[in-house]
């Protein structure tokens, strides 16, 4: 059976409804709706009589909602969202039939995380190339995003006031040790990781910097005898017995075989989160690749 439409009130009635409870008075309502006072008269007083309640109470003061008027302005607020809901996707689908995203990232989000996003999202909207930026760190990444070169970043910094971030997920940190490594007790203690030559990135890793700060704390001075740059270097030079790392989880994979991973003796993370401007106007695309991130990191 279908509905009887003609029963229900107008959308303007209900726009109406909205404007006066946000304003608290007939004549600011309708300078927001860009409409006369009579017109919002009459919208609340047809809306009054189709529902066969009273929705405000007039006085000196102004116009106040009573109990069911705060009910029904409650829902109306409910279907003006959804409808504008409905506009803003029949928009994106228009939009979303062309064009790119540009996305800039360090190095393990790069290859570990955005793959399978963008996989996905090649699917759904195959006419939109995506094309990343990929950095040893984060913040060429963030400069990126900040000079308007790309309409997203991720990073694992504590987030900019320029930003508007949303976590994605927690990576923590590992220790990896050669093949042959043998554990002293049932856990990983801190004398366990000094027993071997640390293998670390270059001075002024922002990534080391969250190790050599955490490791501070419980009285443990690191002290690397090696400083490379690439993970993948640094994990092969564990492999190869010339030492021990502290590094992401996600930055040591994929872990070559006889490498020994374990915790922390007290566990540290770093969150990895997505990045746009603040009041940024991303294009369909970007929008659409920002949902889908937060979807299936989530």
Request: proline share 6%; glycine share 6%.
């Amino acid at each position: 059976m279908g509905s009887d439409y003609s029963n229900h009130p107008k959308l303007s009635y209900l726009y109406a409804l909205i404007a006066i409870a946000d304003s608290g008075s007939f004549s600011e309502a309708a300078l927001r709706l860009q409409l006369s006072q009579s017109a919002i008269s009459y919208a609340i007083s047809a809306l009054e009589g189709e529902l066969g309640v009273v929705l405000l109470s007039r006085g000196r003061h102004g116009a106040l909602l009573t109990p069911v008027g705060e009910q029904i302005v409650e829902r109306a607020r409910r279907i003006t969202y959804l409808l504008d809901d409905v506009v803003k996707q029949a928009n994106l689908a228009k939009g979303l039939e062309g064009g790119y995203v540009r996305i800039s990232s360090f190095r393990s989000a790069a290859s570990h995380v955005l793959p399978d996003v963008i996989a996905e999202f090649c699917r759904r909207y195959p006419a939109i190339a995506v094309r990343i930026a990929e950095y040893d760190d984060c913040p060429e990444a963030e400069a990126d995003l900040r000079r308007g070169r790309v309409d997203l970043a991720m990073t694992y910094l504590e987030a900019d006031r320029d930003f508007e971030t949303w976590d994605l997920m927690q990576d923590d940190f590992v220790v990896l040790f050669p093949p042959g490594f043998e554990l002293q007790n049932n856990t990983l203690t801190w004398e366990d990781l000094l027993r071997y030559p640390l293998v670390m990135a270059p001075e002024g890793d922002f990534c080391d910097a969250i190790v050599y700060e955490h490791c501070a704390s419980y009285g443990i001075t690191l002290s690397p005898k090696y400083h490379v740059r690439s993970d993948a270097t640094i994990v092969s030079m564990v492999a190869k017995g010339l030492g021990a790392t502290i590094s992401p989880r996600l930055a040591t994979v994929p872990t070559p075989p006889g490498v020994q991973v374990y915790s922390l003796p007290v566990p540290l993370f770093r969150t990895i989160r997505v990045a746009i401007l603040k009041e940024s106007l991303l294009a369909p695309a970007g929008f659409a690749f920002l949902d889908l991130l937060k979807e299936m990191c989530s």
